[in-house]
């Protein structure tokens, strides 16, 4: 079996307020998401794919994967630049769940995966800060949703990538994948192919000697 390098003790873990190191620490996960939207008039845009992947922080190999297209409510019809943009077309989402369903079966697959067992550590990445930040509380708070708290912590990969690689990868996934000599796996802008690059991205940083830490700030 394929043993990552780690820097730092699982002790650190407990630390209220510290970072939160997971490589190489037994019973530690990433959950990879990257959630697609689709453009919704005046109330901004609304989440139409919820991919997630379950990584284990140890061998970096993806373990369990969810993922549920989601029922537009506030504009159900989806724009040709949407499905140009995404490859989601409009079948896929039509009599899909709503976004309050699709978080329902989301805490159902975490707690069959053991990722809500307190005696497991794991923490959301993303490509930026957007999914977690603004477009999962904001679509929330319109619809009258609560909030999980797991939701509200997170590792940017790219502040990470910046942090390993000593650059900002302005154009997001396409640019840490040049740089780390990877290819492009699948559609861009495809959220379960989006997932897939960012766990490939950080097995690769892994490999490297490379410690991910959390870098979402308390809300």
């Not at 603004?134 to 502040?159: E, H, R, S, T």
Request: glycine letters at 8%; hydrophobic letters at 40%; a neutral charge.
């Amino acid at each position: 079996m394929l043993q990552v390098p780690w820097l730092q003790s699982c002790a650190n873990l407990m630390q209220i307020g510290a970072p939160l190191p997971l490589l190489g620490c037994l019973g530690q996960y990433f959950k990879v998401l990257e959630s697609m939207e689709v453009l919704a008039g005046q109330h901004g845009k609304e989440i139409i794919e919820f991919p997630i992947l379950k990584l284990n922080g140890r061998t970096m190999e993806i373990e369990s994967t969810f993922h549920m297209y989601v029922q537009p409510v506030v504009h159900p019809q989806l724009t040709p630049f949407c499905t140009e943009l995404t490859g989601i077309i409009q079948a896929m989402v039509d009599g899909q769940p709503s976004l309050q369903q699709v978080l329902e079966r989301v805490d159902e697959w975490m707690a069959k995966e053991g990722l809500l067992d307190p005696n497991v550590k794991s923490i959301f990445v993303t490509c930026g800060d957007w999914d977690l930040k603004v477009m999962l509380p904001g679509q929330c708070q319109y619809l009258g949703l609560p909030v999980a708290d797991y939701f509200k912590q997170w590792i940017n990969l790219k502040k990470a990538y910046s942090f390993a690689m000593g650059c900002w990868p302005k154009n997001g996934l396409l640019d840490m994948n040049k740089g780390l000599s990877l290819q492009h796996i699948g559609r861009p802008h495809s959220g379960i192919d989006d997932c897939k690059n960012i766990a490939n991205i950080m097995k690769t940083l892994a490999y490297r000697g490379f410690i991910f830490k959390q870098t979402s700030k308390p809300f």
